[in-house]
């Protein structure tokens, strides 16, 4: 499978993320934006920003319903994506509504948008891809997988619900795995 087309376009603040040796990236974390579209993802890694850093939230990597694939932060930088997990990880997110907008709502917690044909291929073409830039990328995870906290629910304080549920259980795992060398954690 040929690499896909990679348009780069930096968060302003990805030189100020800290750099790392790729050697020592061993793990892909798959994500979904839980938002409505790839412009509000922008907006959010531009705007919601940590005081003491100037850096904010972000993936390395954004792939859209189209299947086209944005780089916001180049992967020799750790971007912050997963509590624990970023100094080893690259982080991949595919446009999809999730529980938006009512990320913790007890009574939404359903992830019911299915991802896009052109969002898998383009998903599975780019680790490919990074495998084969990153020989030590050998693992595999959702972003459910490694962030398992339960907080209070937006609409009833006494419920808990799971904090981050991404990418849901509509994303083909199966699939992915099958067309891929690397290990699910």
């Known amino acids: ?33 839980e938002l409505p579209d790839l412009a ?3 907006d959010y ?17 954004y792939i859209d ?10 992967p020799g930088r750790i971007a912050h994506h997963t509590r624990g997990w970023n100094p080893r990880s ?3 997110e595919l446009v999809n509504t999730g529980r938006y907008p009512h990320w913790l709502d007890s009574r939404r ?8 044909e052109a969002q898998i291929e383009s998903l599975i073409g780019l680790l490919a891809e990074l495998q084969e830039r990153i020989p ?6 959702g972003h459910e997988d490694l962030d398992l906290d339960e907080v209070e ?11 981050k549920r991404d990418p849901g259980p509509l994303f083909p795992w199966a699939r992915v795995l099958a067309a891929l060398p690397l290990k699910r954690l």
């Open 1 to 33: 499978m040929p690499a896909p087309p990679i348009l780069r376009d930096p968060l302003p603040y990805a030189d100020a993320l800290a750099a790392r040796e790729m050697a020592s990236i061993d793990t892909v974390v798959i994500h979904c934006t």
């Open 40 to 42: 509000t993802a922008r």
């Open 45 to 61: 890694g531009e705007r919601i920003l940590y005081p003491a850093s100037g850096t904010g939230n972000s993936g390395h990597y």
């Open 65 to 74: 319903r189209d299947g086209s694939i944005v780089e916001y932060v180049p």
């Open 90 to 92: 690259i982080g991949i």
């Open 109 to 116: 917690q359903a992830m019911d948008q299915a991802y896009t």
């Open 136 to 141: 030590s990328l050998v693992q595999i995870a």
């Open 153 to 163: 629910a937006s609409d009833d304080p006494s419920v808990k619900v799971r904090r």
